[in-house]
């Protein structure tokens, strides 16, 4: 399967609207990535982070 990478203005009403009409002919799969910030950021909000209180406890954890 080849992929297609599409860089567009979603403020142009035209480009929007070509993209919506691709997509609603259902030949196309899309899939939705979330940037590694916001990932990131949804796990410190679900509480899947772990606190230090130093580096040096961090490293003595992995070991």
Same mark, same amino acid.
């Given at each position: 399967?080849?992929?297609?990478?599409?860089?567009?203005?979603?403020?142009?009403?035209?480009?929007?609207?070509?993209?919506?009409?691709?997509?609603?002919?259902? =030949?196309?799969?899309?899939?939705?990535?979330?940037?590694?910030?916001?990932?990131?950021?949804?796990?410190?909000?679900?509480?899947? =982070?772990?606190?230090?209180?130093? =580096?040096?406890?961090?490293?003595?954890?992995?070991?």
């Amino acid at each position: 399967m080849a992929t297609i990478t599409l860089k567009y203005n979603p403020k142009n009403h035209k480009a929007q609207k070509a993209l919506e009409f691709m997509l609603s002919l259902g =030949v196309f799969e899309t899939s939705a990535t979330i940037p590694a910030l916001d990932k990131s950021l949804k796990e410190a909000k679900e509480g899947k =982070v772990k606190t230090y209180n130093s =580096v040096d406890d961090f490293f003595k954890k992995l070991r």
